[in-house]
């Protein structure tokens, strides 16, 4: 995003120039305006070396944001004024895009800006559902109990995917291990083979010779395979990312074994979400249209945010759905009996912890599963391999001794 150098006046009469990014000048004479300055003139700033480089689109990691949530709430808990915090914490940052955010936040609460809007600025880095339930935190004036609602509903999604990847190393390993032995001997050892062979002008087996018509023609246009391989993962990662989100997701949802722990990792996303905005005031109708962005799984978050319609024209949160189809009986029936007895978010709370549960236990029950699996796969394929080019060696040693 380009940055424009913009002169400007601020309520205490001073002038300053003020380094914004935006899209465009006016929005970003706009955003000034709206923090209670005068705007002189806008101008664009010279483009640094970093603007033609490719970014990072997260900026703030999830583990290095809960790590400044938590020393957000142990300050407000100490009675410190949110200004004073914030200059402790920008001592403290080491990350220096994470500081220059932090930094420029600092900078709009010191003009008057909110702090839920202050960081509801930046949409792109935190998400939505940060800014919102610092609002509810602002207006209820228990901001302490909000950050530390939001802090629980983090830690949860955080411990649950550093579980998820710490059961996935091993598989990883042995599939990479599995795809590197076999393109090595499509590549290295059947060529030597298929001289070797050529040299007694012997009649091979027709697998045998298959394996050698596909080797040849990787070796021979190995460049072209591998240049082939990235457009095609470039092609499908675009198509990912902009028109076929929900296809691909809604596939991703249909894999056996694995479509059940996303279906359930999804349905715990929205409760939880849901259940903290609501805990911390947030009205019905948005916490749902927030809840839903939460939502990794794209088809299951378009569904969900159909229902806003629905819910505000009266029809109760757990018809609304079970008309989904994405959502299932179990926490359709508890979201039921917590709206019916006034203990929507306790109950919301128990859906999001049941399914933590479960997921824990089906992704043991994947991982111990899936690693027998893949090393029976593996042998298969290098025994397979090996047998269709000992095979012709072996009937070549029973021909000479005849």
Request: proline fraction near 4%; glycine fraction near 6%; aromatic fraction near 8%.
């Given at each position: 995003?380009?940055?424009?150098?913009?002169?400007?006046?601020?309520?205490?009469?001073?002038?300053?120039?003020?380094?914004?990014?935006?899209?465009?000048?006016?929005?970003?004479?706009?955003?000034?305006?709206?923090?209670?300055?005068?705007?002189?003139?806008?101008?664009?700033?010279?483009?640094?070396?970093?603007?033609?480089?490719?970014?990072?689109?997260?900026?703030?990691?999830?583990?290095?944001?809960?790590?400044?949530?938590?020393?957000?709430?142990?300050?407000?808990?100490?009675?410190?004024?949110?200004?004073?915090?914030?200059?402790?914490?920008?001592?403290?940052?080491?990350?220096?895009?994470?500081?220059?955010?932090?930094?420029?936040?600092?900078?709009?609460?010191?003009?008057?800006?909110?702090?839920?809007?202050?960081?509801?600025?930046?949409?792109?880095?935190?998400?939505?559902?940060?800014?919102?339930?610092?609002?509810?935190?602002?207006?209820?004036?228990?901001?302490?109990?909000?950050?530390?609602?939001?802090?629980?509903?983090?830690?949860?999604?955080?411990?649950?995917?550093?579980?998820?990847?710490?059961?996935?190393?091993?598989?990883?390993?042995?599939?990479?291990?599995?795809?590197?032995?076999?393109?090595?001997?499509?590549?290295?050892?059947?060529?030597?083979?298929?001289?070797?062979?050529?040299?007694?002008?012997?009649?091979?087996?027709?697998?045998?010779?298959?394996?050698?018509?596909?080797?040849?023609?990787?070796?021979?246009?190995?460049?072209?395979?591998?240049?082939?391989?990235?457009?095609?993962?470039?092609?499908?990662?675009?198509?990912?990312?902009?028109?076929?989100?929900?296809?691909?997701?809604?596939?991703?949802?249909?894999?056996?074994?694995?479509?059940?722990?996303?279906?359930?990792?999804?349905?715990?996303?929205?409760?939880?979400?849901?259940?903290?905005?609501?805990?911390?005031?947030?009205?019905?109708?948005?916490?749902?249209?927030?809840?839903?962005?939460?939502?990794?799984?794209?088809?299951?978050?378009?569904?969900?945010?159909?229902?806003?319609?629905?819910?505000?024209?009266?029809?109760?949160?757990?018809?609304?759905?079970?008309?989904?189809?994405?959502?299932?009986?179990?926490?359709?029936?508890?979201?039921?009996?917590?709206?019916?007895?006034?203990?929507?978010?306790?109950?919301?709370?128990?859906?999001?912890?049941?399914?933590?549960?479960?997921?824990?236990?089906?992704?043991?029950?994947?991982?111990?599963?899936?690693?027998?699996?893949?090393?029976?796969?593996?042998?298969?394929?290098?025994?397979?391999?090996?047998?269709?080019?000992?095979?012709?060696?072996?009937?070549?040693?029973?021909?000479?001794q005849q």
């Amino acid at each position: 995003m380009p940055e424009f150098i913009v002169r400007v006046g601020t309520p205490d009469g001073q002038i300053l120039e003020r380094h914004v990014q935006a899209s465009t000048a006016t929005a970003a004479e706009k955003e000034l305006r709206r923090q209670g300055m005068h705007v002189f003139a806008a101008k664009r700033g010279m483009p640094a070396l970093r603007d033609f480089l490719p970014r990072s689109r997260k900026v703030v990691s999830v583990e290095r944001f809960l790590l400044f949530n938590q020393e957000l709430l142990a300050l407000v808990r100490a009675g410190l004024p949110i200004l004073q915090s914030f200059d402790i914490m920008l001592e403290r940052q080491k990350n220096p895009r994470f500081r220059e955010v932090l930094a420029d936040i600092r900078e709009k609460l010191k003009s008057g800006v909110s702090l839920s809007d202050a960081f509801g600025s930046y949409g792109d880095v935190f998400p939505p559902i940060y800014s919102t339930s610092l609002r509810a935190g602002e207006r209820s004036g228990d901001l302490e109990g909000v950050l530390r609602r939001f802090l629980r509903y983090q830690k949860m999604i955080v411990t649950l995917r550093k579980r998820v990847v710490s059961a996935l190393i091993y598989p990883t390993v042995l599939v990479t291990l599995s795809a590197a032995m076999v393109f090595i001997m499509l590549t290295k050892v059947i060529p030597r083979f298929a001289e070797f062979y050529a040299g007694f002008n012997a009649d091979l087996p027709a697998f045998t010779k298959l394996l050698i018509t596909v080797a040849t023609a990787l070796n021979d246009h190995l460049i072209i395979t591998v240049v082939a391989a990235i457009i095609i993962v470039l092609v499908v990662r675009r198509w990912i990312a902009t028109t076929g989100r929900v296809t691909w997701d809604s596939l991703k949802l249909q894999l056996p074994m694995v479509g059940g722990i996303l279906h359930r990792f999804a349905i715990m996303q929205f409760t939880q979400s849901l259940g903290t905005l609501l805990s911390g005031g947030t009205p019905m109708v948005p916490a749902i249209e927030i809840a839903s962005q939460s939502v990794t799984n794209q088809m299951i978050s378009s569904k969900v945010a159909g229902i806003v319609q629905n819910v505000r024209e009266g029809e109760p949160l757990w018809r609304s759905l079970e008309s989904t189809g994405v959502i299932s009986d179990l926490a359709v029936e508890m979201i039921k009996v917590g709206e019916s007895t006034g203990a929507l978010t306790e109950m919301l709370g128990n859906v999001s912890e049941f399914y933590d549960e479960e997921i824990e236990s089906r992704l043991s029950r994947l991982v111990a599963a899936i690693e027998p699996v893949i090393l029976v796969f593996m042998g298969l394929v290098i025994a397979t391999l090996l047998y269709a080019f000992y095979l012709p060696l072996f009937q070549l040693t029973s021909v000479g001794q005849q």
